[in-house]
C-alpha cells in the first residue's frame, strides 16, 4: 500500500488517503480498507497462527485491528474457557515491542462478561471496569476505537456519554464506535453528543453482504448524512459466499447454521459461483470487493482463520467491479430496493 499523496483542490494541496486507505468518517484517522477481524483467535486459531496472521497483515500494510472483549470462544460467561482469549492472544503479540504504534486498535464493550447483574451492557459502572479488563489483556494504555458492541435502550444516553467523556479524558480511549445500531439509534446517540459538544460516534459496524443487505435501508443513508465511518463485518456471509458449494464437507462449513443457509440460498449461490467462473475470480474476492465498493463503506472486517485466507482478501483491493457485474451481482443477490423511505413508499 503506497503513502499519502498530496492532491490539490481549489488551489491547496490536501493530503489524502491512498488506494487501499480511508479517513475514518469525518476524523482525521486513516485506516486501511481492510480490517483485521480476530474474532476467530483463539477459538478456530490458535495463537501461533493468529500471530503469523498479525505478522501478515502489518507486512501489508493493514493498520487496523478489531476485536471485542468477549471474542476468542463462546460468547457466554457460563462457558468454563475462551473468554477474553481474543484479546489476550493481541496483547502477548504486542508485548513482544514495536507493533502498537502501527496499528489502530479496536475493541468492544456490552457482551456479558461474568454472571454478574451488571457485568454487560452499557451501564456508566459497566464501561468503566470492562475497558480496564480490555487494557490489561491488551497490555496496552489506550484503545483507538472504543465500540458499544449493541445498542443499550435502557441506559441513557448521558451517562453512556459521560462514561465515555471519562475514559477520553483519562487517555484511554481515543475514539467511540457503535456496532449494531439501527439508525435510530445512531443519530439519538449522535445527538445527544452534539448536545453535549462532543465528537460523538466516529464509526458503526454492521452486519454487510450480498445475502444482508437490510442497511441500505436506513444505516448507510444515516452514517452517510452524519458522516459516522461504516465498518462492516461477515463481508463473505461467514464463509457462504466464499465458494461455499465445492467446500461443504469439513470445517465451519459443515456446521448446521451453514448447511441451513446453504439449502436456503442454494439456487442464488449456484448462480453466484458461475459468474465467478466467469469473471475469472475467486467468489469471497467478489463478495468483499463488492462491499468495498460501496462509498459509504470505510473498511471491511477480514475475519480470517488462516494467513492463505488473509492473503486472498487482501486481493481484493485490487479487483474492480465493471457496471455490467454490479448489475449481474444485484440480479443474483437483490437488494432491499434502495433507500428508506423511496424503496416502500413511492
Known sequence: MASQVPVVRDGIPHLTPPKGYKHLGRTG???????????????????????????????????????????????????????????????????????????????????????GQNDRRLSAYHIKRACEASLKRLKTDHIDLY?????????????????????????KITYVGSSNFAAWDIAMAQGVADSRHLLGLASEQS??????????????????????????????????LGGVLGKITEGRRATPQLQQQINKFHPQLEAYEEFCKQLGESPASVA??????????????????????????????TLTLTDETLTRLDQI??????????AYAW
Open 29 to 115: 484517522l486513516v485506516v486501511s480498507r481492510i480490517a483485521l477481524g480476530t474474532m476467530n483467535f483463539g477459538e478456530l486459531t490458535d495463537e501461533a497462527t493468529s500471530f503469523r496472521i498479525m505478522d501478515e497483515a502489518i507486512d501489508a500494510g493493514i493498520n487496523f485491528f478489531d476485536t471485542a472483549d468477549v471474542y476468542g470462544g463462546p460468547q457466554s460467561p457460563d462457558m468454563e474457557k475462551g473468554f477474553g482469549t481474543s484479546e489476550e492472544i493481541i496483547g502477548r503479540w504486542l508485548a513482544q515491542g514495536g507493533r502498537r504504534d502501527k496499528i489502530v486498535l479496536a475493541t468492544k464493550v456490552y457482551q456479558p462478561m461474568g454472571t
Open 207 to 240: 452486519l454487510y453482504n450480498l445475502t444482508q443487505r437490510t442497511i441500505e435501508l436506513e444505516v448507510i443513508p444515516a452514517v452517510r448524512h452524519l458522516g459516522i465511518g461504516l465498518l462492516t463485518w461477515s463481508p463473505i456471509g461467514m464463509g457462504l
Open 333 to 342: 443477490w437483490p437488494g432491499p430496493g434502495g433507500e428508506a423511505p423511496k
Open 147 to 171: 465500540q458499544m458492541h449493541h445498542i443499550d435502550r435502557d441506559t441513557p444516553w448521558e451517562e453512556i456519554w459521560q462514561a465515555m467523556e471519562q475514559l477520553i479524558r483519562e487517555g
Open 288 to 317: 468483499l470487493a463488492w462491499v468495498l465498493h460501496n462509498p459509504a463503506v470505510t473498511s471491511a472486517l477480514s475475519g480470517v482463520r488462516t494467513v492463505e485466507q488473509l492473503q486472498q482478501n487482501i486481493g481484493a483491493l
